[in-house]
């Protein structure tokens, strides 16, 4: 039996979450020795011109290009994976949502804003389908991992769709509330093990917000911290202008 294609693409993104993956080390190695890897641009120029059994690709989708390319890739593909925040969610990107399309060109280009297309970001999944999700900004190594394996095995993954604050819990993090330290975990989507608080950092939303977040008890948490809504509005706008701003302006104020 030969083993599956793979191939990894990138579109509008820092492509740190392709870094991330190159820098596996030796879990790479074990990957690579069941599956044949044909297209990676970070660790090889190699192309492939056939069907890819997974393509796994970053980026957010930002250009008619870009529209087009991914067209193609998910036309060549038997399952696509999204990773990293840009790819699932918009991710940083997202905030040019935030002005007019004619502003950002000519901020960017100056005087050639003319000659480049632009659109509004979008993740993968709001242009073709996608059948698998890795969140996060970069992504947590173990949960890509797990996400492939289930991909190769023809198995679903289920993100988790709890807070952030849970993982915090059972890893018994002190919470950066006591602290006097704004955090996102409270509505952010789990699936990190809390790998930022975990190593000293806030949690800064990367991976979206829960579907179903505990609103009562983070407005006691603002209340209680005397904590603003629109500071947390404004920092879930670094990754989340795409989807997520109106869901959390709308649901907390209810």
Same mark, same amino acid.
Not at 61 to 71: A, F, G, K, L, N
């Given at each position: 039996?030969?083993?599956?294609?793979?191939?990894?693409?990138?579109?509008?993104?820092?492509?740190?979450?392709?870094?991330?993956?190159?820098?596996?080390?030796?879990?790479?190695?074990?990957?690579?020795?069941?599956? =044949?890897?044909?297209?990676?641009?970070?660790?090889?120029?190699?192309?492939?011109?056939?069907?890819? =059994?997974?393509?796994?690709?970053?980026?957010?989708?930002?250009? $008619?290009?870009?529209?087009?390319?991914?067209?193609?890739?998910?036309?060549?593909?038997?399952?696509?994976?999204?990773?990293?925040?840009?790819?699932?969610?918009?991710?940083?990107?997202?905030?040019?949502? *935030?002005?007019?399309?004619?502003?950002?060109?000519?901020?960017?280009?100056?005087?050639?804003?003319?000659?480049?297309?632009?659109?509004?970001?979008?993740?993968?999944? @709001?242009?073709?389908?996608? =059948?698998?999700?890795?969140?996060?900004?970069?992504?947590?190594?173990?949960?890509?991992?797990?996400?492939?394996?289930?991909?190769?095995?023809?198995?679903?993954?289920?993100? $988790?769709?709890?807070?952030?604050?849970? @993982?915090?819990?059972? *890893?018994?993090?002190?919470?950066?509330? @006591?602290?006097?330290?704004?955090?996102?975990?409270?509505?952010?989507?789990?699936?990190?093990?809390?790998?930022?608080?975990?190593?000293? *950092?806030?949690?800064?939303?990367?991976?979206?917000?829960?579907?179903?977040? *505990?609103?009562?008890?983070?407005?006691?948490?603002?209340?209680?911290?005397?904590? =603003?809504?629109?500071?947390?509005?404004?920092?879930?706008?670094?990754?989340?202008?795409?989807?997520?701003?109106?869901?959390?302006?709308?649901?907390?104020?209810?």
């Amino acid at each position: 039996m030969k083993p599956p294609k793979v191939a990894f693409f990138d579109f509008t993104c820092c492509e740190g979450c392709q870094l991330q993956v190159a820098n596996f080390g030796e879990s790479l190695l074990s990957i690579l020795e069941i599956i =044949d890897l044909v297209e990676f641009r970070e660790v090889m120029s190699e192309k492939w011109d056939g069907v890819y =059994d997974i393509a796994i690709v970053e980026g957010s989708i930002t250009t $008619p290009h870009d529209v087009e390319r991914i067209t193609k890739i998910r036309q060549r593909s038997k399952t696509l994976i999204a990773y990293g925040s840009c790819a699932t969610i918009g991710g940083i990107n997202g905030i040019k949502n *935030n002005f007019s399309l004619e502003e950002i060109k000519k901020y960017v280009y100056g005087d050639s804003a003319q000659l480049f297309e632009t659109l509004p970001t979008r993740p993968l999944h @709001e242009v073709v389908e996608v =059948d698998y999700f890795v969140h996060g900004c970069p992504v947590y190594p173990p949960e890509f991992v797990e996400v492939l394996k289930c991909a190769l095995s023809g198995l679903p993954y289920h993100v $988790p769709d709890v807070a952030v604050c849970v @993982e915090c819990k059972f *890893n018994e993090n002190v919470c950066f509330y @006591e602290k006097g330290i704004t955090c996102l975990g409270p509505i952010t989507r789990a699936g990190c093990n809390s790998w930022c608080i975990n190593n000293g *950092n806030i949690c800064y939303g990367c991976r979206g917000m829960v579907s179903n977040p *505990n609103e009562k008890g983070f407005q006691e948490v603002l209340k209680q911290y005397n904590i =603003d809504l629109n500071f947390i509005v404004k920092r879930m706008d670094m990754y989340n202008t795409c989807r997520l701003k109106q869901n959390l302006q709308g649901g907390i104020q209810k």
